[in-house]
């Protein structure tokens, strides 16, 4: 199994900036992908960013590119999700995810709290 454990929630104003980070732990090595997901109170779950071990690639939702940046440390098993110019509508539970890709997550983070005000 793969463990995650996000952190670097909290609260920010609008235009502020976070750091989330993702430190994964067990039989990493059957992933070779970690990314972000976000869920508002009463609204699905929905994509942030992802990020390949083994290549180059990340992908970032339209509703994000250009204020979130997403990263990796790969000797620590860690991926960070850098963001700035927040809005209030960034406000969720972000979820950390790992998967064999980038399009095939199957492992969940516990979540951790981002809150932006206006």
């Known amino acids: 199994q793969v463990q995650l454990v996000e952190s670097g929630g909290g609260w920010v104003q609008a235009g502020g900036s976070l750091r989330l980070s993702c430190a994964a732990s067990?039989?990493?090595?059957?992933?070779?992908?970690m990314g972000w997901f976000r869920q508002a109170p009463g609204k699905e779950r929905e994509f942030v960013s992802a990020?390949?071990?083994?290549?180059?690639?990340?992908v970032y939702a339209e509703s994000v590119k250009g204020r979130v940046t997403i990263s990796r440390d790969s000797a620590k098993k860690t991926v960070y999700l850098q963001m700035n110019s927040l809005k209030p509508e960034d406000t969720a539970v972000y979820y950390c995810?790992?998967?064999?890709?980038?399009?095939?997550?199957?492992?969940w983070g516990q979540g951790t709290q981002v809150t932006v005000s206006s």
């Open positions: 067990g039989r990493t090595f059957s992933t070779d992908a």
């Open positions: 990020i390949s071990w083994s290549g180059r690639r990340s």
């Open positions: 995810a790992a998967g064999v890709a980038i399009m095939s997550m199957e492992y």
